[in-house]
């Protein structure tokens, strides 16, 4: 078949060994499935900041736009904390987003059986388990002007959320047909007693349910939802919310699974093309030991190829793999019981890899 590009964005901390086997997996569906791709490396985050000045280096956008998909790691970490905004890793996650007009962010969480034990929760309270979160990624308060001025009572800082109808129109429509495509049960989180912006988000989602009668709308204030999803995870199926109310929810879904080490996104705009990475961060606390789960990143190809490329039957292997491998036992340390007997992040990538050559 044609040769596909991937940009390969591995950034800092865990981000390059959880993306090193990412690519092992990729390679090992080239041999499986006859698939062909070419990876291109570029600088991202707190390494371009070191290495370039900025943490999205020109070239580095080039890279991605003229690639089919991007496969991302994570970025940040302590040494650039204190840095200016301009100089944050996490100011060019921000600005890849937006530059690439992915403003759609999906994170499902799915529960396998097998870690049930790994949660934080009772195994009956996750039991059939499987939401997706639809998160906005390039409005709200992240993207509002931001200031500081003197005040009364001294300096202000001002962030402002700010949101219009058509940014919340057509993440709605996408969380609506994806609903459609699932369970058929959509909730809309928001805090519409409070925010504006919230109370547009509303009315614009009930313009649009007429449109999809066949889907089952609910409407969720975000401090219930944060409630709900730990008291009833498995009656959700899509949630759709504005940018930081799914930044938060998502990390809290996670937990559902066992380890944000398990959670995969895929961030779309309107077309095909993706950007891929887990969920979590940089986690510079285990960063550069071998502990980092891979699978949330190992997944994030998984949901590439079904989205990006229709490579439906890998997407299916990977996912199968995974299952596979946790159903055997297997576990990095994030997700064992018997931490002493956990594998490294590389042990965990050649077994997904074995598991898939022998599908
Ligand atoms: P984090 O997700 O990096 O880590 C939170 C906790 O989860 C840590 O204890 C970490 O060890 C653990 N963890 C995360 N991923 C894991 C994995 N794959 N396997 C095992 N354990 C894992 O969040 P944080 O500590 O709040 O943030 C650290 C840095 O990452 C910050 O600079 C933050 O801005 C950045 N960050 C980046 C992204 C991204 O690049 N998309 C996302 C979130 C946070
Ligand atoms: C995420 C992260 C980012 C976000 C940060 C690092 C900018 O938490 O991808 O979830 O808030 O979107
Ligand atoms: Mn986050």
Redesign the pocket.
Known sequence: SETKKIAVIS?D??GPE?VAEAQKIIKVTEEVFGYSFTMEHALFGGIAIDEKGTPLPEETLQVCKSADAVLLG????PKW?NNSKELR??TG?LGIRKELGLFSNLRPAVIFDCLKDASTLKPEVLEGTDLMVVRELTGGIYFGEKFRREGAGGEEAVDTCVYNVSEVERIVRQAFEIAGKRRKKLASVDKANVLETSRLWRETVNRIAPEYPDIELEHVLVDNCAMQLLRRPSSFDVIVTENMFGDILSDEAAMLTG???MLASASMGEGSYGLY??V???????AGQG????I?TILSVALMYRLTFGYAEAADAIERAVAEVLDAGHR?S?IAADKSKALSTTEMGDLIAKAIRKS
Do not use: M, R
């Open positions: 950034g901390g865990i959880v994570a970025v940040g970490g904390d890793p996490e996650l380890s944000i080490g990475e887990p979590h961060g940089s986690a510079p606390d285990i502990l980092a789960n891979p949330a990095t994030d």
